[in-house]
């Protein structure tokens, strides 16, 4: 099982970027998938899930409304499009899948949100 993020990046207050997770080993839409977000000094908070079944959402009250979880099954590549980031948005985000009962994490990828 391997999740490879991509697409962080600076960007100022209001801009949107997309981030990528590219999911091996295993094939991502039959399983939950999640995105998280680490600031500096904080705790790994969840930002938004993808459901296996039917592909229902959740979202953190955060970022809900700016924030949109999908998924690309034939690319096995769950995403994250982030709109109208603020510098609170600022953090490291990851992929996170559970896999045979143990938690799977990728590298990560930077996000910066500042003017």
């Known amino acids: 099982v391997q999740l490879v993020e991509s697409g962080g990046g600076l960007v100022q207050p209001g801009e949107s970027l997309r981030l990528s997770c590219a999911a091996s080993g295993f094939t991502a839409s039959h399983y939950h998938m999640r995105w998280y977000r680490q600031a500096p000094g904080k705790e790994r908070e969840l930002v938004a899930v993808?459901?296996?079944?039917?592909?229902?959402?959740n979202y953190a009250d955060s970022v809900k409304g700016r924030f949109t979880i999908s998924r690309d099954n034939g690319k096995n590549t769950v995403y994250l499009q982030m709109n109208s980031l603020k510098p609170e948005d600022t953090a490291v985000y990851y992929c996170?899948?559970?896999?045979?009962?143990?938690?799977?994490w990728g590298q990560g990828t930077q996000v910066t949100v500042s003017s």
């Open positions: 993808i459901n296996s079944a039917g592909g229902g959402t």
């Open positions: 996170n899948v559970i896999f045979g009962g143990y938690p799977y």
